[in-house]
């Protein structure tokens, strides 16, 4: 699972929150989550940290996976917060608190790495200059459609902490709450087109731990699902 494919879990976690009472939902047959999801959630999430302060720490000599080392470290950013916010805000209905601690410890864990990532930006050694430009530009955007993503929850519940920049989540989940001055939905298919353009496959680079990914969005919406975007 790559980067790109983990955002459109996020789209979709962030759409969930805008369908009305009674719709189909893609997670509406599963519980948010159990003991057993956020178990595997929170294992799964250790190890790749593991992964990530290892490479970081070592460095890794090819400059194209560190690269796509920082772009897997953002991208998966963006769903922890998202899901974190989707646990808070269903919490009181079918989520234990619990859980939500799990969530924001791991939440916490990602951006201790994002930051030790961002460093390497600096050092040209590391990573080639025009990378690391793009690469913040990537940053930026990931902010961006976090605060976005988060915004949806934040219409059904007071979760805009969970966002990077929470004012703006606020004030995201004004603009399309119901009586809001944009009170349609954020148009989904752009938002989706503009992701897959940030996040283009890149054949030389493998994304540097699919495999959990891909066991760690099972945890966030088990059985995996085709995602809708």
């Known amino acids: 699972m790559n980067a790109r494919e983990t955002i459109e879990l996020a789209i979709a ?11 189909p939902s893609a997670f509406s047959h599963e519980p948010i989550a159990t003991p057993s ?30 690269a796509a080392l920082v772009e897997e470290i953002l991208s998966a950013e963006i769903l922890a917060r998202v899901w ?12 234990s608190a619990r859980f939500v601690d799990v969530a924001a410890t791991v939440l916490a864990h990602h951006v201790d790495l994002r930051r030790a990532a961002l460093e390497l930006l600096c050092d040209p050694k590391l990573i080639r200059p025009h990378d690391a430009m793009s690469l913040d530009r990537l940053r930026r955007r990931a902010e961006r459609w976090s605060d976005l993503l988060v915004g949806q929850w934040a219409i059904v519940a007071d979760v805009s902490h969970w966002a990077p920049r929470p004012q703006r989540a606020r004030q995201i989940a004004a603009e399309h709450a119901p009586g809001g001055p944009l009170e349609e939905q954020p ?10 353009a940030s996040y283009r496959p890149v054949p030389r680079v493998l994304s540097p731990n699919a495999k959990l990914n891909a ?15």
């Not at 148009?187 to 897959?196: G, N, T």
């Not at 066991?215 to 975007?229: D, E, F, Y």
Request: hydrophobic letters at 50%.
């Open 84 to 95: 974190g916010a989707r646990l808070a805000a269903t919490e009181s209905a079918s989520a």
């Open 13 to 23: 976690i962030a759409r969930e929150a805008a369908l009305p009472c009674g719709e």
């Open 187 to 196: 148009p989904w298919k752009i938002v989706a087109a503009a992701l897959r």
């Open 215 to 229: 066991r760690i969005a099972a945890a966030v919406a088990p059985p995996w699902l085709a995602v809708i975007c």
């Open 37 to 66: 999801s956020i178990l595997d959630y929170w294992r799964g999430s250790v190890i790749r940290f593991g992964h990530w302060r290892r490479a970081l720490h070592t460095r890794a000599d090819k400059r194209d996976e560190l």
